[in-house]
């Protein structure tokens, strides 16, 4: 029996020792390289425009979720703005972002027994400046899933960092005024990391994650690999201990992101994401068939959806605007480590989690009087 016992622990030992070697720290980016070359950026070319698609939103806790639309998941922070005593720009806003903050009574007759259960209210006013009669439809985007019981499916994650010199700033300033008014003394590639770093503990056995960093140009860190065959713990520290650098090209690193999912089997358990975040306020070249919202709309007609996030930045309206057209798309923009990191630790369940597609997108301010 002893040597029947001594025999069993032995091939214990072999199984752990085993499964332990595969779990490897496969790192790839190495801040001492120099890189010399530089990519052009691309010109501006027209695009069609493509329907928008709803994400859960957590409600009452143990109630059943709500959906939202894709696109803004905020106004650009404009009535923040207000708070913190600045003028926010008119062409900031947008309708999904305001719309979004809210919730609205769509007197839901009965119980939702569907996945989407589309309720119906309506309004009328008296515009103050023409004195025209207004009618407004309010649509509720209704599901039977409890919150409790949600469940998202098994992920393809890749992260698309900006590490460009200007991520070295603090959230101590809007983009547009130079007036110290928030008090941050992170800067904002320390607080990304740090989020990215809590996002990641989020991270399932059947998930699987990469990684690239971008600053003039594109850096594989991480290839697209299941989170059980990598050293967690030695990621988290070489991400930690990524620096500023460089300028800014926003093209190279969601071409190297969309890199990743090349050799990745197709697999309808699976969500395709890309989250990316940057500092800069990409222009309109961008929406270029070569350019980042070009190409994030060809990878969404692929099944690989994104995460826009301006860090301290609001995307001007044509961007989100054309973000919101964008199949599984959505775009967040923070201007605090607090925000920063509920988006991507709290809220991270529902970010990455589309649940249906193709609802009609109408644009009923000018809707006649009835």
Known sequence: ?????FIAISLCLILVTNISAKVVDDWEYNATEIYTDKMVMPSAMASPMMIPSPAPMAMTKGGNIGLSIGGAKDANNFKENIQNGYLPKINSITYEGVFYGHFFDTALKGECKELFCPSYNSATRINPFTKDEEIYLSIGLNSDIKQNEFKRKKLNLVVVLDISGSMGSSFDRYYYDGQNKNNEYKNKIQIAKESIVAMLSHLKNNDRSGMVLFDDR??????LKSVTERDQGKVKKHILDITDRGGTNWSAGYKSGLELFENIPKDTNYENRIIFLTDAMPNTGELNKDGLFGMAKEASEKGIHTTFIGIGVDFNNDLVEYVSKIKGANYHSV???????????????????????????LNLTAMPTL
Do not use: G, N, Q, W
């Open 1 to 5: 029996m002893k040597k029947l016992f």
């Open 218 to 223: 594109a850096y594989r860190a991480l290839k």
């Open 335 to 361: 201007h605090s480590s607090e925000k920063f990191s509920k988006l991507l630790d709290e809220e991270f369940l529902y970010m990455v989690t589309p649940l249906v597609y193709m609802i009609c997108h």
